[in-house]
């Protein structure tokens, strides 16, 4: 695995001899997303592994994250906005490139606040119907990048003595 975008970026650095060209490639890119995004630092990485690509089951490389941008977004500026060589370049356009952005508790709770305080009832996560559509709409959300930016929305916007989820919470 390449080490963090951005500052302090592990392996993959210009004139690292142990490291193959589409390895350099693929850190550029990575450095490309975060520049682009601006995240924190260590925020995008890139990880070689096995999983899912467009033609099959395959080792790839995957470009992860926390919060920020969905994944088609993600995807949408590697294809047509950053560049990270000609090697990487041309798997990102194929496909043959895998996303994969993780959400932080801080980032669900937002969405959950959000959700609660328009005066819609929490989702039951037990019932597989609006886990799904819960899933659905988190994957098209996108959350601020960094943590501290999502804490600070909820101590500006969670006041439980006018929530609607302090409401359903007394009533239990």
């Given at each position: 695995?390449?080490?963090?975008?951005?500052?302090?970026?592990?392996?993959?650095?210009?004139?690292?001899?142990?490291?193959?060209?589409?390895?350099?490639?693929?850190?550029?890119?990575?450095?490309g997303l975060w520049?682009?995004?601006?995240?924190?630092?260590?925020?995008?990485?890139?990880?070689?592994?096995?999983?899912?690509?467009?033609?099959?089951?395959?080792?790839?490389?995957?470009?992860?994250?926390?919060?920020?941008?969905?994944?088609?977004?993600?995807?949408?500026?590697?294809?047509?906005?950053?560049?990270?060589?000609?090697?990487?370049?041309?798997?990102?356009?194929?496909?043959?490139?895998?996303?994969?952005?993780?959400?932080?508790?801080?980032?669900?709770?937002?969405?959950?606040?959000?959700?609660?305080?328009?005066?819609?009832?929490?989702?039951?996560?037990?019932?597989?119907?609006?886990?799904?559509?819960?899933?659905?709409?988190?994957?098209?959300?996108?959350?601020?990048?960094?943590?501290?930016?999502?804490?600070?929305?909820?101590?500006?916007?969670?006041?439980?003595?006018?929530?609607?989820?302090?409401?359903?919470?007394?009533?239990?």
């Open positions: 695995m390449l080490g963090p975008a951005g500052p302090g970026l592990v392996g993959g650095e210009e004139g690292d001899g142990g490291v193959s060209t589409r390895s350099r490639e693929a850190a550029r890119l990575a450095r520049a682009w995004w601006e995240p924190p630092a260590g925020s995008v990485e890139l990880r070689w592994s096995a999983g899912w690509v467009r033609d099959g089951y395959a080792w790839s490389w995957e470009v992860a994250w926390c919060d920020g941008p969905t994944v088609q977004r993600m995807r949408q500026v590697a294809v047509h906005e950053v560049s990270g060589g000609p090697g990487i370049d041309t798997l990102v356009r194929g496909g043959r490139v895998r996303y994969q952005r993780g959400l932080s508790l801080t980032a669900l709770a937002v969405k959950l606040v959000t959700h609660v305080r328009s005066g819609v009832s929490p989702p039951d996560l037990g019932d597989a119907w609006q886990a799904g559509a819960w899933q659905a709409e988190l994957e098209r959300t996108d959350f601020p990048a960094g943590c501290s930016s999502c804490a600070r929305h909820i101590r500006r916007c969670w006041r439980p003595s006018t929530s609607a989820l302090a409401g359903h919470n007394a009533s239990r």
